[in-house]
């Protein structure tokens, strides 16, 4: 079984600064590895994905996160965030084959000006 | 094609009250998934359909709850006898072989 910790359950910043949001995930089998964005009263979209290959992965919206397979990570990165950031965030974990996925219980993103 | 759609975007119900949702996936998807997400928690998964094929179920999943795809398309799912602890936000998503989910944008369930 798959799982997914985000440590951080609100993270503030000011416009215009880097932010990394912090993932790691325990599996017993290769996985795929996802970063959902949720803004209010809305579902869940996508913004980045990892599946093999490079270890760097880019996104929408200026977004990237690195894979670190002997640290079990997957952070989120964006080096200057806008207002429009603000959301909240799941990092997510599947077996290989996309069966179901396994959601951390989110970083709530808060950009001030 | 708009994406996946859900309906009711809101239901409020009483105790007791069986409930209905339904989604549309996005047209050649042939897998379909229901999440459920509480209040300030991620999304749960509940049950996998690939065509009409229910292929797995959670625990979480109760005798109360049942989920159907009858010819492959869209997907409804019913609760039966509600309990105050079933509201939550009900996603669905879709997919197909080898490519991540798409969510649609949710059925805010309240029982009161």
């Known amino acids: 079984a798959q799982s997914v910790t985000q440590l951080d359950s609100q993270v503030p910043v000011f416009e215009e600064a880097p932010v990394e949001l912090r993932c790691n995930y325990s599996?017993?089998?290769?996985?795929?590895l996802f970063w959902y964005v949720q803004y209010p009263n809305q579902g869940l979209q996508l913004l980045l994905k990892?599946?093999?290959?490079?270890?760097l992965v880019k996104g929408i919206n200026g977004f990237e996160a690195e894979f670190n397979k002997s640290q079990t990570s997957f952070h989120l990165r964006k080096p200057s965030v806008h207002i429009s950031d603000t959301a909240e965030y799941f990092c997510?974990?599947?077996?290989?084959?996309?069966?179901?996925?396994?959601f951390g219980t989110g970083t709530r993103l808060l950009v001030s000006p | 094609d708009t994406g996946v759609s859900q309906d009711p975007r809101h239901k409020i119900t009483k105790r007791g009250q069986n409930v209905t949702f339904r989604c549309d996936p996005i047209s050649e998807h042939n897998r379909l998934y229901w999440y459920r997400q509480t209040l300030g928690q991620g999304p749960e998964f509940l049950t996998y359909?690939?065509?009409?094929?229910?292929?797995?179920k959670s625990r979480l999943l109760s005798d109360r709850f049942s989920a159907e795809r009858p010819k492959g398309s869209f997907s409804t799912l019913e609760i039966q006898r509600t309990e105050q602890g079933d509201s939550a936000m009900y996603l669905c998503?879709?997919?197909?072989?080898?490519?991540?989910?798409?969510f649609g944008p949710g059925t805010r369930l309240l029982v009161l």
């Open positions: 990892y599946l093999s290959g490079s270890t």
């Open positions: 359909f690939q065509n009409e094929a229910q292929l797995e």
């Open positions: 997510a974990v599947s077996e290989m084959g996309f069966q179901k996925l396994v």
């Open positions: 599996s017993s089998v290769s996985v795929y």
């Open positions: 998503a879709s997919s197909s072989p080898g490519t991540h989910p798409w």
